[in-house]
């Protein structure tokens, strides 16, 4: 069992946070719930659509959305990230997504690419 509370925000929030995976970039799409309790990503909705998630979709650990969930995030890929994977990445934007009266932010995240492949020189 994954503890979200046991997950730092980041390595050095707010420019180099974490974010927990719940939808690979590709994937079909499928709306999934962190489970406090379980530590377990539980499945809320399914869509039935030919739409597919642009890019690798989590949670920012530490964060509390306005409905009280953690935060959103799209993370633009550079590799498709399977669920329940923590994804150091680099916040650059929000777009407010919304369907009849309800909307919710999705933070745009870059994959933090120093920490994953680790720095890079090319003298």
């Known amino acids: 069992m994954l503890r979200l509370d ?16 719940t939808s690979r ?3 079909e ?7 406090a309790p379980t530590g377990a990503l539980t499945v ?3 869509f039935h659509t030919t739409m597919r998630a642009p890019g690798n979709l989590g949670i920012i650990p530490r964060t509390q959305a306005e409905n ?12 498709e990230v ?8 680099r916040p650059i934007g929000v777009v407010i997504a919304g369907w009849g009266d309800l909307s919710e932010a999705k933070r745009i995240i870059l994959e933090a690419a120093e920490r994953v492949r680790g720095p890079r020189s090319y003298a």
């Open 6 to 21: 046991a997950l730092a925000l980041g390595h050095a929030p707010p420019d180099d946070i974490n974010v927990l995976g």
């Open 25 to 27: 970039s590709g994937a």
């Open 29 to 35: 799409p499928i709306a999934l719930e962190w489970d």
């Open 44 to 46: 809320s909705q399914l």
């Open 68 to 79: 009280g969930e953690p935060l959103h995030a799209l993370v633009v890929p550079s590799h």
């Open 82 to 89: 399977p669920s329940g994977i923590v994804l150091p990445a």
